[in-house]
T-cell receptor, first 113, second 109 residues
Framework: SQTIHQWPATLVQPVGSPLSLECTVE??????LYWYRQAAGRGLQLLFY??????ISSEVPQNLSASRPQDRQFILSSKKLLLSDSGFYLC????????????FGSGTRLTVV | RKEVEQDPGPFNVPEGATVAFNCTYS??????FFWYRQDCRKEPKLLMS???SGNEDGRFTAQLNRASQYISLLIRDSKLSDSATYLC??????????FGAGTTVTVRA
């Protein structure tokens, strides 16, 4: 069966520090991968998605970036965090086309102080 | 216009009651529809897919109305454990799903 792993679960980082969140998927190949952010009490905001190695599409201009160095690995990064980057970050995967919906990782709760 | 719109609620209902709510979507070409459940401070989890003919999963019934572009979710015999935020999800285009902001349901004893 397919599983998705996301870490760390919680993170407190100072403003201006770098960020690296990692997500890996097991039990499938060539998944579509997604990074979402959810601010407190708000809906899901799609940040990046990828349909293959090295293929990244950005939805929202910001100081975050994403990379997909391997088929089942998706990384979210920032060189310098802002206070507004605080939120709940969720990685998700789907089969190509997303016809069966997305499966989410357990999320990373990031607080920038 | 947002791709997916939901009544945020909250819907406060007693145990055993029936609660129903809708969401509307803007893309008439959408083909895939889902309801997700999100508990507080947790990741969203797939509750059920929504099929054109309507479908049930235990106490949950989902309906799709393509002509009016809305999806509904009905929960019968509500349990305390049904308290959550329910997200309406619709495929947009180019490999992506659009998520509504969610409808909050609180079931009270």
């Amino acid at each position: 069966s397919q599983t998705i792993h996301q870490w760390p679960a919680t993170l407190v980082q100072p403003v201006g520090s770098p960020l690296s969140l990692e997500c890996t998927v097991e039990g499938t190949s060539n998944p579509n991968l997604y990074w979402y952010r959810q601010a407190a009490g708000r809906g899901l905001q799609l940040l990046f998605y990828s349909v293959g190695i090295g293929q990244i599409s950005s939805e929202v201009p910001q100081n975050l970036s994403a990379s997909r160095p391997q088929d089942r690995q998706f990384i979210l990064s920032s060189k310098k965090l802002l206070l507004s980057d605080s939120g709940f970050y969720l990685c998700a995967w789907s089969v190509p086309g997303g016809i069966y919906g997305y499966t989410f990782g357990s999320g990373t709760r990031l607080t920038v102080v | 216009r947002k791709e997916v719109e939901q009544d945020p609620g909250p819907f406060n209902v007693p145990e055993g009651a029936t609660v129903a709510f809708n969401c509307t979507y803007s893309n008439s070409a959408s083909q895939s529809f889902f309801w997700y459940r999100q508990d507080c401070r947790k990741e969203p989890k797939l509750l059920m897919s929504v099929y054109s003919s309507g479908n049930e999963d235990g106490r949950f019934t989902a309906q799709l109305n393509r002509a009016s572009q809305y999806i509904s979710l009905l929960i019968r015999d509500s349990k305390l454990s049904d308290s959550a935020t329910y997200l309406c999800v619709v495929d947009s285009n180019d490999y992506k799903l659009s998520f509504g902001a969610g409808t909050t349901v609180t079931v009270r004893a």
